[in-house]
């Protein structure tokens, strides 16, 4: 994941639009891939996750991207809602560092009525 | 995903005091549990991997007797962070894993620690 920074990138979404989180990841060997989402003072909550061996996986209202030749990761929402806001971390996994998440910097998302 | 219960939610205390924070692992055998801590802002950063009836595995800068972990059963993790100092103020999560799933899907609901 991207490196951690002292202030989080902020995306505004109108409420009913589309949003786009993007995440860039730094270890090709990576094979497992999840999208979190954290509300303020509460642990990150999974929605939805994708293997190396795939590049589209689709949940309800969510759909994840991935492009392994420049190592990117996307979340799309559909139809964004108050309740989406908050922030999202991408996380990855390789069996080479033990099967642990490495967490990227995060995207705080705010939904504007 | 599993049933994780994490406490407390939150704690205040005392320079030079310790403090121990509880996960649970409700409904399946943890035999692993990862602990992450969260600065204000920032994501999420692994201190240490416990397993369960050996040590734990603690990343490249974090205080081993500092962050004590105990993962006494397959239900329950401790860490306990001793004579915690105004720098050790974050947000602890852990995420319980097995043999199968070691990565985590699951966090429990973290634990504010404010050092006064």
């Known amino acids: 994941g991207e490196s951690v920074g002292l202030h989080l990138p902020t995306l505004s979404v109108q409420e009913g639009d589309n949003s786009i989180i993007n995440c860039a990841y730094s270890?090709?060997?990576?094979?497992?891939f999840i999208w979190y989402k954290q509300e303020s003072g509460k642990g990150p909550q999974f929605i939805i996750d994708?293997?190396?061996?795939?590049d589209k996986r689709q949940g309800q209202r969510v759909t994840v991207l991935l492009n392994k030749t420049v190592k990117h990761l996307s979340l799309q929402i559909a139809a964004t809602q108050p309740g989406d806001s908050a922030v999202y971390f991408c996380a990855e996994k390789n069996k080479a560092a033990g099967n642990k998440l490495t967490f990227g910097g995060g995207t705080r998302v705010l939904v504007k009525p | 995903g599993a049933v994780v219960s994490q406490h407390p939610s939150r704690v205040i205390c005392k320079s030079g005091t310790s403090v121990k924070i509880e996960c649970r692992s409700l409904d399946f055998q943890a035999t692993t549990m990862f602990w992450y801590r969260q600065f204000p802002k920032q994501s999420l950063m692994l201190m240490a991997t416990s397993n369960e009836g050996s040590k734990a595995t603690y990343e490249q800068g974090v205080e081993k007797d500092k962050f004590l972990i105990n993962h006494a059963s397959l239900t329950l993790s401790t860490l306990t962070v001793t004579s915690a100092h105004p720098e050790d103020s974050s947000f602890y999560i852990c995420?319980?894993?097995?043999?199968?799933?070691?990565?985590?899907?699951?966090f429990g609901s973290g634990t504010r620690l404010t050092v006064v």
């Open positions: 995420s319980p894993g097995t043999g199968a799933s070691n990565y985590g899907y699951t």
């Open positions: 270890n090709s060997a990576s094979d497992y």
């Open positions: 994708i293997r190396s061996n795939m």
